[in-house]
Nanobody, 126 residues
Framework: QVQPVESGGGLVQAGGSLRLSCTVS????????MGWFRQAPGKEREPVSC????????AYVAPVKGRFTISRDKATNTMYLQMTSLQPEDTAIYYC???????????????????WGQGTQVTVSS
């Protein structure tokens, strides 16, 4: 069973950094993509960044480009999100998710994900 588990959230001042981790118990045969998504209070869940597991191709939404870096460690089945220059508007519950690779489908497409973690809170104070 592919079950993502997040860790690494917390409280940080504006301008600070945090690193989130997401570990998957196991991947069933096939190539996967994994992504980070977030949901701020009173808002819908939105994509943040994603990565293809085999080739480590990445994608970011515009608001985090240049500030966040996604990566993965195949040896430990762990995905990371290094977040720098954090701003109060980055405050949200951050979720990681996984799904099988779907040809010609952006890994930022949230509706295609089949396995979700429980979320980790990130709070940025001003």
């Amino acid at each position: 069973q592919v079950q993502p588990v997040e860790s690494g959230g917390g409280l940080v001042q504006a301008g600070g950094s945090l690193r989130l981790s997401c570990t998957v118990s196991r991947f069933v045969n096939g190539d996967y993509v994994m992504g980070w998504f977030r949901q701020a209070p009173g808002k819908e869940r939105e994509p943040v960044s994603c990565i293809t597991w085999d080739r480590a191709s990445t994608a970011y939404v515009a608001p985090v480009k240049g500030r966040f870096t996604i990566s993965r460690d195949k040896a430990t089945n762990t995905m990371y999100l290094q977040m720098t220059s954090l701003q109060p508007e980055d405050t949200a519950i951050y979720y990681c998710a996984a799904r099988r690779m779907i040809p010609s489908t952006s890994c930022l497409s949230m509706t295609q994900y089949t396995h979700w973690g429980q979320g980790t809170q990130v709070t940025v104070s001003s």
